[in-house]
């Protein structure tokens, strides 16, 4: 199983993106409880929210709840992360990853700017 995340960009303060985790067989993502990483280079890393298999239990790092929403779409494989009122400090690198409340290990991010 390798995760991937997608969908970053760069966007001024208070502007939106959705981030999409999907694994490179395009099979597997619906079997796994997933949980959104992200860093900042030379920093440690910080959970940001966890979704389980079924959607049935969600969490939120309180740096992000009432802004971002995780959420997955089984038949199609993939959890997203939906980030609205993004302010600088969300500016990172994005992951994807196994596990509930986690923070590793990470492959393939991706990167999110905000600017102010």
């Known amino acids: 199983v390798q995760l991937q995340a997608s969908g970053g960009g760069s966007v001024h303060s208070g502007g939106s993106l959705r981030l999409t985790c999907t694994d490179t067989?395009?099979?597997?993502?619906?079997?796994?409880?997933i949980s959104w990483v992200r860093q900042v280079p030379g920093q440690d890393a910080e959970w940001v929210a966890s979704?389980?298999?079924?959607?049935?239990?969600?969490d939120y790092a309180d740096s992000v709840k009432g802004r971002f929403a995780i959420s997955r779409d089984n038949a199609k494989n993939m959890v997203y992360l939906q980030m609205d009122d993004l302010k600088p400090e969300d500016t990172a690198v994005y992951y994807c990853?196994?596990?509930?409340?986690?923070?590793?290990?990470r492959g393939q991010g991706t990167l999110v700017t905000v600017s102010s």
């Open positions: 067989t395009g099979f597997t993502v619906k079997s796994f409880t």
């Open positions: 979704i389980s298999t079924q959607s049935s239990a969600i």
């Open positions: 990853i196994r596990g509930w409340r986690t923070v590793g290990p």
